[in-house]
Nanobody
Framework: QVQLVESGGGLVQTGGSLRLSCEAS????????IRWYRQAPGKQRELVAA???????TYADPVKGRFTVSRDNAGKTVYLHMNNLKPEDTAAYYC??????????WGQGTQVTVSS
């Protein structure tokens, strides 16, 4: 079992920055990758970024060059650094963890609102 807690969301102006955190607990040794998703009202959930256990990161085209994913030395917290935020980045942001067995666990989400 893996538990995930997101934090760091808030209200920011266009061009501003935020850092989201996804803190994992439980069987963190079993995690193969952590992914960040977002869902805006009336839209489908979309993958934003991912970080594998081996350190490979991938990004969706809308956020390339603006968002960066990283993790702490203990491997318990994965961060989503968001720079040059735009109103279209407004959404609820979620992280999920994929384990070696293929199980998926989700956090409760954190809201990001970018004002124009």
């Amino acid at each position: 079992q893996v538990q995930l807690v997101e934090s760091g969301g808030g209200l920011v102006q266009t061009g501003g920055s935020l850092r989201l955190s996804c803190e994992a607990s439980g069987s963190i040794f079993s995690i193969n990758a952590i992914r960040w998703y977002r869902q805006a009202p009336g839209k489908q959930r979309e993958l934003v970024a991912a970080l594998t256990r081996g350190g490979t990161s991938t990004y969706a085209d809308p956020v390339k060059g603006r968002f960066t994913v990283s993790r702490d030395n203990a491997g318990k917290t994965v961060y989503l650094h968001m720079n040059n935020l735009k109103p279209e980045d407004t959404a609820a942001y979620y992280c999920d963890a994929i384990t070696r067995s293929g199980s998926m666990y989700w956090g409760q989400g954190t809201q990001v609102t970018v004002s124009s």
